[in-house]
């Protein structure tokens, strides 16, 4: 099993829908969690940090279940600029210990 | 300023050379992390830095020789490495203490081509 899963996609969506996306760690210890998106053939950037129960930015809503292991994201009235592949990282062991899952893929369409 | 500068931007090279990658920031980040990602699939972890100390090492093959001279580069040195190494290489930083020390910034990355 990997140690962040998610489901890869791709998740085909019109505009102005609302869309989630799960991650699952399997890591206990993991201590803090994030979302970035990557473009294609760009760097991942920082979407979201979840370090507690959640936290909203705009139409990003992540939160956090310690207890189930899950992260998820909530993108609400989509974009066609929504359109990325989206990576769950998990922390642990401090800021050394990094894994991202295997993201997932989103397609807003017009 | 959150950039992070990597060079060269695309890296072609045969079997036998030797090259290196280069990774820069000046935001004062003491933790620095070499990443290599591969089409269609996450970033894999391969070293850590750490106060320019070497803290993480992910069993990289030794081909691949990382060298962080101060606190604002990072190096990777190739050698002999095989045509499976062609890749992104991503170079990140991260500071070392509080809240914010898990959030990590990425360069553009160096596309490798091994021939």
């Known amino acids: 099993r990997k140690e962040v899963e998610q489901d890869p996609g791709p998740f085909n969506v019109p505009e102005g829908a609302t869309v989630a996306f799960n991650c699952t760690y399997s890591n206990s210890a993991s201590q803090s969690f994030f979302w970035y998106r990557q473009d294609c053939r760009k760097e991942p950037k920082l979407l979201m940090s979840?370090?507690?129960s959640g936290n909203e930015d705009g139409r990003f809503t992540a939160q956090l279940n310690r207890a189930s292991q899950y992260i998820s994201l909530l993108i609400r009235d989509s974009k066609l600029s929504d359109s990325a592949t989206y990576l769950c990282?998990?922390?642990?062991?401090?800021?050394?210990?990094?894994?991202f899952g295997t993201g997932t893929k989103l397609q807003v369409i017009p | 300023d959150t950039e992070v500068t990597q060079t060269p931007k695309h890296l072609v090279m045969g079997m036998t050379n030797k090259k290196s990658l280069k990774c820069e920031q000046h935001m004062g980040h003491r933790a620095m992390y070499w990443y290599k990602q591969k089409a269609k699939k996450p970033p894999e972890l391969m070293f850590v830095?750490?106060?320019?100390?070497?803290?993480i090492n992910e069993s990289v093959p030794s081909r691949f020789s990382p060298e962080c001279p101060n606190s604002s580069l990072l190096n990777l040195h190739l050698h002999a490495l095989q045509p499976e190494d062609s890749a992104l290489y991503l170079c990140?930083?991260?500071?070392?203490?509080?809240?914010?020390?898990?959030?990590?910034?990425f360069g553009p990355g160096t596309r490798l081509t091994v021939l």
């Open positions: 979840v370090y507690s």
């Open positions: 830095y750490s106060y320019e100390k070497l803290s």
């Open positions: 990140a930083s991260s500071t070392t203490s509080g809240r914010a020390a898990d959030t990590q910034y």
């Open positions: 990282v998990a922390h642990s062991g401090g800021y050394q210990k990094v894994t």
